[in-house]
Nanobody
Framework: VQLQASGGGLVQAGGSLRLSCAAS????????MGWFRQAPGKEREFVAG????????YYADSVKGRFTIPRENAQNMVYLQMNSLKPEDTAVYYC?????????????????WGQGTQVTVSS
């Protein structure tokens, strides 16, 4: 599975961004996909995730009510809609896929990673 994340940029606090993750390669629709982020000097952390083909969405507490994974995804695309952005959301955002049928939120459980896209939120 090859993943490509895009859509990052510079936005003011309170603004919105929509990140995209495009997948190609081996069958991935049954796997679990996650969005992660890594701020400078911090560990990579789980943001949100769900099965690539759909279903329940899981969120980190820090983004609940502000971020979502829209359901209107194309077959090979998953998005992360980020609203009410805060300066503490500034990070490099990654999409990843885990070869599992379960729910996974830890970095080490993921098998495939995109290259990351920078999100900067100014105050």
């Amino acid at each position: 599975v090859q993943l490509q994340a895009s859509g990052g940029g510079l936005v003011q606090a309170g603004g919105s961004l929509r990140l995209s993750c495009a997948a190609s390669g081996r069958a991935y629709s049954g796997y679990f996909m996650g969005w992660f982020r890594q701020a400078p000097g911090k560990e990579r952390e789980f943001v949100a995730g769900r099965r690539w083909s759909g279903g329940s969405i899981y969120y980190a507490d820090s983004v609940k009510g502000r971020f979502t994974i829209p359901r209107e995804n194309a077959q090979n695309m998953v998005y992360l809609q980020m609203n009410s952005l805060k300066p503490e959301d500034t990070a490099v955002y990654y999409c990843a896929v885990a070869r599992t049928l379960g729910v996974v939120t830890t970095v080490r459980e993921y098998n495939y990673w995109g290259q990351g896209t920078q999100v900067t939120v100014s105050s």
